[in-house]
């Protein structure tokens, strides 16, 4: 299997178990959510329509692709860099916000866009988007943005770290096994992977973060996928919260968990500071 097909095998599961047949491509028809329906996963994603924090960051061009670059307040050089992988509603206020978040604590952030400037508002426009991706095209993306904060004189990285969610937190273990360069990978409820000759390419330790009410990941595979990166050889981390999918989404009504996000969060920033502030 090539890493492409595998990409998009794994992406297009970002919280996914099975796949239709052809270039990755779900089958509406016959395709399941770790053992729910497409619309029973479409309904783990109902977005609110509250309106985000004002942005802090501005717009740049990677690859040919959109991204939202976000720096921390009257930072010097070299500064610790994050790259961000949207969920799978695409580069959003949302993400943004997030983006920001993480340059508050004073990292560069920059969140790619692999929906070409596309926002799903629905679960449906967000299914449609998620199966357009093209996973080699994702990867020069992710690879081109991981070189923008190692090479941009306002960022020049030393040290990196990316971090996703559910489609971007499958998306982000890829990244982890496709660039060597990075120091951290952090994961939440992201599709793992529990092959551990695949996951021998990891070079940077692992944060992974799921919810044991997770219907699409259930705790057996969780547990799996720990056991897997252990036999890799991957440092790494897995976190249980007793808590729904997209439990750390304050736009996701009925399912995010304030709880179980903040003490999460607080992990999060342990993480990075313990292996990007080195």
Known sequence: MTLAVAAVLLTLSGCATKQGAGAGHLDARHGEFGGLTEK????????????????KGHMVEVAGARAYLSLPEKAETPIPSV???H???GLNEHIMHWTDRLAALGYAALAVDLYDGKVATTPEEAMALMKTVDPKRAQEILRAAHAFLVTSNRVQATHTAVIGWCFGGAWSL???????????VVMYYGRPVTDTAELKSIKAPVLAIFGTKDESIPNDTVEEFDEAL??????HKVLKYEAPHAFANPSAPGRYNAEAAAAAWEQVKTFLADHLRK
């Open 40 to 55: 029973q996963f479409e309904a783990l994603h109902e977005l609110k329509a509250d309106a985000a924090p004002q942005r």
């Open 83 to 85: 790259l961000v992988i």
């Open 87 to 89: 969920e799978w509603w």
């Open 174 to 184: 890829r990244a982890g096994m496709s660039i060597p360069e990075l120091n951290a």
């Open 230 to 235: 252990a036999d890799a050889g991957v440092a």
